[in-house]
């Protein structure tokens, strides 16, 4: 299997005639916890829906453990990567057991079976949200439902997961504890990457954390190794920020 659980090779998109994302080549390291960041609308999203196929890219590579992206097969690419998207909606009134379930639909052909069921209870307990098992989605709070969301995408047993923002909503208590499991579920032979806005909680949790500016897309290491790692916050968010020192951990909070 290739070291690279995702390579990209000079993968550019454009918006009516507005470039999102330019020329960017980026290597996301197998079975590790990546996180990246940057300011919103900066193609954080749109990246994620290249990697995913949500968007196709006119140009470029798009690996996923060594292959070609295009020529992964749906039942393939559901088995190779899973995405949580930033936004979802629903109106029925499913069962957060029933909204779990469907993350296994692309593994059975006339019903879920014994396994299916399985993987899903097991899920439950491990998101320590099995006593919602019976409550409909739509009469979660919203940080309820975006744990039945990464429990979702959790039950499909991908070798990659791709989430967008999957703190969005929870408060410290589930930022944390989601934050704990998808690191575990990177150290379990999987490859976790995220979208993140707060970069404490990405120093304190990644292994690797990446940037995109301007179009392009940074490696940290790269970054640290020239001593620029200091300033990158800063020209990130474009706001004047200090670094704290807790124990091994870097801690970025505004100058004041």
């Not at 993350?103 to 307990?125: M, W």
Request: aromatic residues 10%.
């Amino acid at each position: 299997m290739s070291e690279f659980a995702i390579n990209i090779e000079n993968v550019s998109y454009s918006i009516q005639g507005r470039t999102i994302l330019d020329q960017v080549s980026l290597a996301l390291p197998a079975n590790q916890f990546s996180v990246i960041l940057g300011r919103n609308g900066c193609g954080k999203s749109t990246l994620f829906n290249l990697i995913t196929g949500k968007y196709p890219y006119p140009s470029g590579l798009i690996q996923l453990l060594g292959q070609d992206r295009l020529e992964l097969r749906q039942k393939q690419l559901a088995k190779t990567i899973g995405f949580l998207p930033q936004f979802h909606q629903s109106v029925f009134p499913f069962s957060v057991y029933d909204v779990i379930l469907t993350g296994r639909a692309a593994f059975y052909r006339f019903g879920p079976s014994a396994e299916d069921h399985h993987i899903v209870k097991q899920t439950l307990e491990n998101m320590g949200i099995y006593h919602l098992k019976d409550k409909a989605y739509t009469d979660l709070s919203g940080g309820e439902r975006q744990l039945v969301l990464i429990s979702r995408v959790m039950a499909q047993g991908p070798e990659i997961l791709v989430l967008d923002e999957p703190t969005n909503h929870l408060d410290l208590h589930f930022q944390a504890m989601v934050l704990e499991k998808l690191q575990a579920y990177s150290r379990s032979g999987h490859t976790v990457v995220c979208i993140m806005h707060d970069p404490n909680m990405a120093n304190i949790y990644a292994d690797h954390i990446y940037f995109i500016k301007n179009q392009k897309a940074y490696n940290s290491e790269a970054l640290k190794a020239e001593n620029l790692s200091a300033n990158i916050y800063e020209a990130l968010y474009d706001t004047p920020l200090m670094q704290v020192q807790v124990k091994d951990k870097t801690i970025i909070i505004p100058q004041f």
